[in-house]
């Protein structure tokens, strides 16, 4: 990596290494009618793979929903759920059993089981309850979805949002435009401090002089940082340069997408912009910093210190009271660590995360609004966030650093914004 000058210990500068790591949105712009078929039960995946049986290679997910809230209630998935556990059991196979699932259990249940069925002689998916066909596609639905003729709640939609949609969008709702798109969170228009005090713990001056930014609207945001998964989708689909950023051995999927450079996440960005219709960005340095606060002003959303259970970062390191920790020298899933109160994911720590922004030494003439500052040399550009090797103290809310714009590295990645219909 190209660097302008050497960054003093832990302060900021160019990307330099430490010397050792929902509210529920109704769609309703002319979404085709709905078939709803009661105590409908399939199989989604059965053999994976072909390879000599042992024990515990055979495993099964048993989904059964009968407790709907917002629809007829299903007698026989919850009362049947031991029987329809103990088949499989029976057969050799690892049950786990979800009953009454709601949104987040289900797709968690989910995502957990992918990782286990990999390898396995036999993975099997097995789900009773309410079931949707849309488009020629079958949709499994948890307890506490709202369903309506006509009209599909947030989680189901994959599909641009049209305006009356945008315009109906609260604080804390999520969208997602695609079937490979990010998912987006709605933060609320409001008004914050941007940067660190003098008193703070790790403070360079840089961060400074604080200042109040205002911003006059909502805006989305990603809820994870931008995805191996949903770059590689970028790639299938023939947008992103057609590059296949190295994953360096760690696994694509759901860890976020690495050796990715701010041109590579602009061509990200104008893939999907394209692809919805809509306008997809980078973050500003004021918005990303906003959103990792949400609210709060403290170094770290949570408080003054910080621990490895809380972020991915270099343990070997401490910051404010907390003991050292562990030092996975590598990348973990978006979704691992608690979100912050405005649903974000990952906002401290695990990858450092592209702005728009144009590097400045300070804040002295930054936008009041909350734009990004592209004025004056903008070879570098401005990272937030901190990442999995670097030190604790560079993982806070007011943190900056830059790097020039075609460079890649391992500890680098992006989240987008989303610009809405006021």
Partial sequence: MRRRRRPHQGGTGALNRPPVELGSVH????????????????VLATVLGAMPGHAQTRVALVISNGGYQNAPVLPNPTNDASGIAASPERLGF??????????DHMRRALRDFAPQA??????????????????????????????????????????PLCAAEEQALKPKDSFKECAQCPEMVVV????????????????????????????????????????????????ADGGCNGYKPSDEGWGRGRRPAINVSWDDARAYV????????????LLSEAE?????????????????????????YNGNYTYGTEAKGVSRRQTVPVDSFQPNPWGLYQVHGNVWEWTEDCWHDNYSGA??????????????????????YFYPWLLRAAFRLWNSTDSRDNVVGFRLGRTLIP
């Fill in 270 to 281: 104008g893939w999907l912009s394209r692809k919805t219709g809509k306008t997809y960005r």
């Fill in 288 to 312: 990303r910093e906003y959103v990792t606060r949400a609210g709060t002003t403290t170094p770290f959303w949570w408080g003054a210190s910080i621990s490895t259970q809380q972020a991915n």
């Fill in 188 to 235: 609320p228009a409001g008004s914050f401090t941007m940067g660190s005090p003098d008193s703070e713990e790790g403070r360079v001056e840089e961060e400074g002089p604080q200042h109040r930014v205002t911003f006059g609207k909502a805006f989305g945001v990603g809820k994870f940082a931008v995805t191996f998964e949903e770059w590689d989708a970028c790639v």
């Fill in 118 to 159: 990999r390898g396995r002689e036999m993975a099997v998916v097995y789900f009773a309850g309410h079931g949707m066909e849309i488009a020629g596609e079958n949709w499994l639905i948890p307890v506490d979805a709202e369903l309506k003729m006509d009209i599909a709640a947030n989680h189901e939609a994959t599909a």
């Fill in 367 to 388: 936008p009041s609004d909350g734009s990004a500052w592209t004025s004056g040399g903008c070879s570098d550009r401005v990272l937030r966030g901190g990442a999995w």
């Fill in 94 to 103: 690892s049950v786990r059993r979800v009953i009454n699932g709601i949104f």
């Fill in 27 to 42: 769609r309703g712009c002319g979404v085709s009618t709905m078939r709803l078929a009661s105590a409908i039960a399939f």
